[in-house]
């Protein structure tokens, strides 16, 4: 799949935008149109005080590449400052469940760098990474050995991880990406916000209702 470079230059200004938030939004959103209630709510997994906002994401869907600059963006200058964000790759199938042990074994390995790179990799060069093997060719090509890919993409802290995925996944009943989970409550995605930019404007707007006043 070929990213066209003005979509995203177009997605980088209007994170310039969308930082600003919009006051009004908080009032406008509604149950079943915004955003749907997850019943029953789900158990968070940040500290007192914070409210957690949940990325389901899948590297080989194009939507979810061409958001992500947008999403770094919001995380860096447009999020309140209680929140904190959490990525969760998505399950349904087995090719999403490899997908989902590549980005763990990016996380034990302390190789952040490396998620944008398969992004980039499915999306921009059109290698889906669909197995073992072009998943290993990836991560040597980047530095990782052998040995390291291996201990640790069948390890048991990347097994554990893609269990509570899954787990998670079923929870919030996840079928599309990019979704977004506010405090284990709220499910919102792009169509449901409108636009891109008015989907940070109602995670925000959540994300208020779900922090503590004073």
Same mark, same amino acid.
């Given at each position: 799949m070929n990213i066209s470079i003005s979509r995203l230059a177009r997605l980088a200004l209007a994170s310039l935008f969308l930082v600003g938030g919009s006051a009004a939004?908080?009032?406008?959103?509604?149950?079943?149109?915004?955003?749907? /209630? /997850?019943?029953?709510?789900?158990?968070?997994?940040?500290?007192?005080?914070?409210?957690e906002v949940v990325e389901v994401f899948w590297y080989a869907c194009g939507h979810c590449y061409l958001i992500e600059p947008s999403v770094e963006a919001w995380i860096k200058k447009g999020k309140p400052a209680n929140v904190e964000v959490i990525r969760l790759p998505a399950t349904w199938n087995n090719t999403l469940k490899l997908h989902a042990r590549a980005f763990y074994t990016v996380e034990v390995l302390g190789r952040p760098e490396l998620?944008?790179? /398969?992004?980039?990799e499915m999306n921009v060069r059109g290698n889906r990474l669909d197995t073992k093997s072009k998943l290993e060719d990836f991560f040597t090509s980047h530095g990782v050995s052998k040995q390291d890919f291996e201990k640790t993409y069948a390890g048991f802290a990347v097994t554990t991880r893609v269990d509570?995925?899954?787990q998670l996944?079923?929870?919030?009943?996840?079928t599309s990406t990019p979704t977004f989970i506010v405090n284990g409550k709220y499910k919102t995605d792009v169509g449901a916000a409108g636009s891109e930019?008015?989907?940070?404007?109602?995670?925000?707007? /959540?994300?208020?209702?779900e922090t503590p006043a004073g």
């Open positions: 939004v908080g009032a406008d959103i509604v149950e079943g149109k915004q955003y749907t /209630l /997850l019943k029953p709510a789900q158990p968070t997994n940040v500290d007192a005080g914070k409210v998620h944008t790179e /398969l992004f980039r509570r995925a899954e996944n079923k929870n919030y009943r996840i930019e008015k989907l940070f404007e109602v995670i925000n707007a /959540l994300a208020e209702r």
